[in-house]
T-cell receptor, first 112, second 112 residues
């Protein structure tokens, strides 16, 4: 199972773009990269998932370079409500029963 | 759809007692998971299931047992509770092995 490394914390201001980078040097061929968001006292919530290059949805973009050893979650124009912990996960998409490793996550604090 | 529901929301156990944490999903997902989250830490996978009648261990299975007799239900059993099992427990489900996981609201358990 590939292990991930991400910054423990980040600060930002409302309206800024935030980029959170995750390192996963041992990513395997079958692994997908998934990001979750967690607010205090709640379960994690899916943000975005990708395999390579770039994926965009209504809330975020995910950039994955060709070697796939890292990925960057981009949150455009953050607001106070984006203050949360963000987890990067790497897991086998076709086997392993969906076993995922949650690291410590990145605690994002958005200030007014 | 209610999604993933967990009961109880809170529970205090004495050392050596046993209890079952209930988890039910109404999305007809084959994959279900149990995680624990200690304060300030990421989630750790306890057990998971790829379908009714099939379960397997995650990272931290010791002290826990699971069963999966139906697609909807995935109870987690704690035998002989210990203070080290004080944590927040999250149940999740997904349609596919690497797909988006939907989390329940969590059960906050204290063992004293």
């Amino acid at each position: 199972l590939a292990k991930t490394t991400q910054p423990i914390s980040m600060d930002s201001y409302e309206g800024q773009e935030v980029n959170i980078t995750c390192s996963h040097n041992n990513i395997a061929t079958n692994d997908y990269i998934t990001w979750y968001q967690q607010f205090p006292s709640q379960g994690p919530r899916f943000i975005i998932q990708g395999y390579k290059t770039k994926v965009t949805n209504e809330v975020a973009s995910l950039f994955i370079p060709a070697d796939r050893k890292s990925s960057t979650l981009s949150l455009p124009r953050v607001s106070l409500s984006d203050t949360a912990v963000y987890y990067c996960l790497v897991g086998d998409a076709w086997g392993g029963g969906g076993k995922l490793i949650f690291g410590q996550g990145t605690e994002l604090s958005v200030k007014p | 759809n209610a999604g993933v529901t967990q009961t109880p929301k809170f529970r205090i156990l004495k050392i050596g007692q046993s209890m079952t944490l209930q988890c039910t999903q109404d999305m007809n997902h084959n994959y279900m998971y149990w995680y624990r989250q200690d304060p300030g830490m990421g989630l750790k996978l306890i057990y998971y299931s790829v379908g009714a009648g099939i379960t397997d261990k995650g990272e931290v299975p010791n002290g826990y047992n699971v069963s999966r007799s139906t697609t909807e239900d995935f109870p987690l059993r704690l035998e002989l509770a210990a203070p080290s099992q004080t944590s927040v427990y999250f149940c999740a489900s997904s349609y596919s092995t690497g797909g988006e996981q939907y989390f329940g609201p969590g059960t906050r358990l204290t063992v004293t």
